[in-house]
């Protein structure tokens, strides 16, 4: 019943922006902490960013400082802001929300940074 989608993906060029939003429904949001993670083409799945329900964030090392994550649980919504993009960090990126006996994931929105 818990669904995340998310959607703001498209391709950009290198040193531009973005941002993702992750929109969540069949839950109590706000007491969850929110993840974003990426996938790139022959890659394995890595966690990008975190946030928890008190707003306490954490991020990979190759986003630090670029990228931002944040949280409107007004809106039952995490965004990820995506400064000085790289093609490194072209990839399919994902919302997830876990929590006791709770694994949710969205269905994924594409990010190219490409000339």
């Known amino acids: 019943q818990v669904q995340l989608v998310e959607s703001g993906g498209g391709l950009v060029q290198p040193g531009g922006s973005l941002r993702l939003s992750c929109v969540a429904s069949?839950?109590?949001?706000?007491?969850?902490?929110m993840g974003w993670y990426r996938q790139a083409p022959g890659k394995q799945r890595e966690l990008v960013a975190a946030i928890t329900s008190g707003g306490r964030t954490n991020y990979a090392d190759s986003v630090k400082g670029r990228f931002g994550i944040s949280r409107d649980n007004a809106k039952n919504t995490v965004y990820l802001q995506m400064n000085s993009l790289k093609s490194e960090d072209t990839a399919v990126y994902y919302c997830n929300l876990k929590g006791r006996g709770i694994d949710a994931w969205g269905q994924g929105t594409q990010v190219i940074v490409s000339s």
């Open positions: 069949g839950i109590a949001f706000s007491i969850y902490a």
